[in-house]
C-alpha cells in the first residue's frame, strides 16, 4: 500500500529565508508525486508534480521539488518566501487515479 | 472558466442527524472525487466517480455515507446518521478523465461540526 510521511507538522521561517519541506512515500513502483498547497478557508491548488524523467521539477509560485528515488523523498524548496507562502502544504503520492495524502505541514513566515 | 463549486461552505448539525453535500465539477469533467479531511490530517479519498458510475469507494463508510451522481455532472454525497468523528472538511475535486497525469481541481470544501 502506498504511503506518505510529512515529517514537519510545523515550520516557521523568515520572509526572504529558503525553505525546504520534506515528504518521503512508500510505493513500489515508480510513483506519481505531487505538492499541493493550501491557504486558510480555501480548496488544494496543485503546486507541481513528478511523473518521470528530469527529477527535478519546476512548479508554479517559484516552488521546485527534487525526487530523488534513493532516499524515497520528495521535498519541496524555494529559494525566498514570501509573507503570501503561509498556508499549509501536502505531499501526495498517486497510484490509477487515486492519491494518497500525507498529513501536511503548516508553514508560518515571520516578518 | 469556473472552477469547483460546493455548497454549504458551512454546516452545523447534532449526532444522529443527516447532512448533505453538493458539488458541481468543472464543466466537461468527468471524473469527480470526494474526499474527508479531518482536522490536522490530510484528505482521505471517499469516493471516485468517472461520469455516473463508481470507481473507486473502497473507504466510504457504506452504513451511514452515501453519495450519487446520477447525471455524470453534479453530485452529492450524504451521512445519515451523523456521528461525532464526522466533524471534517468534505473537499470535492474533478479531473477531465481520471487519469493520473491530470491535475485534480479541488472545491473549496464544506466545513461539517457535529454536536
Known amino acids: 500500500a502506498q504511503s506518505v510521511t510529512q515529517p514537519d507538522i510545523h515550520i516557521t521561517v523568515s520572509e526572504g529565508a529558503s525553505l525546504e519541506l520534506r515528504c518521503n512515500y512508500s510505493?513500489?513502483?515508480?510513483?506519481?508525486l505531487f505538492w499541493y498547497v493550501q491557504s486558510p478557508g480555501q480548496g488544494l491548488q496543485l503546486l507541481l508534480k513528478?511523473?518521470?524523467?528530469?527529477?527535478l521539477v519546476q512548479g508554479i509560485k517559484g516552488f521546485e521539488a527534487e525526487f530523488k528515488r534513493s532516499q524515497s523523498s520528495f521535498n519541496l524548496r524555494k529559494p525566498s518566501v514570501h509573507w503570501s507562502d503561509a498556508a499549509e502544504y501536502f505531499c501526495?503520492?498517486?497510484?490509477?487515479?487515486?492519491?494518497?495524502f500525507g498529513d501536511g505541514t503548516t508553514l508560518t513566515v515571520k516578518p | 472558466e469556473a472552477g469547483v463549486a460546493q455548497s454549504p461552505r458551512y454546516k452545523i448539525i447534532e449526532k444522529r442527524q443527516s447532512v448533505a453535500f453538493w458539488c458541481n465539477p468543472i464543466?466537461?469533467?468527468?471524473?469527480l472525487y470526494w474526499y474527508q479531511q479531518i482536522l490536522g490530517q490530510g484528505p482521505k479519498l471517499l469516493i471516485q466517480?468517472?461520469?455516473?458510475?463508481?470507481?473507486?469507494d473502497s473507504q466510504l463508510p457504506k452504513d451511514r455515507f452515501s453519495a450519487e451522481r446520477l447525471k455524470g455532472v453534479d453530485s452529492t454525497l450524504k451521512i445519515q446518521p451523523a456521528k461525532l468523528e464526522d466533524s471534517a472538511v468534505y473537499l470535492c475535486?474533478?479531473?477531465?478523465?481520471?487519469?493520473?497525469?491530470?491535475?485534480?481541481?479541488f472545491g473549496p470544501g464544506t466545513r461539517l461540526l457535529v454536536l
Open positions: 475535486a474533478s479531473s477531465l478523465s481520471g487519469s493520473q497525469q491530470e491535475t485534480q481541481y
Open positions: 510505493y513500489g513502483a515508480t510513483p506519481y
Open positions: 513528478y511523473f518521470s524523467g528530469d527529477t
Open positions: 501526495a503520492v498517486g497510484n490509477a487515479g487515486k492519491s494518497t
Open positions: 464543466s466537461g469533467h468527468a471524473t
Open positions: 466517480f468517472q461520469n455516473n458510475g463508481v470507481v473507486d
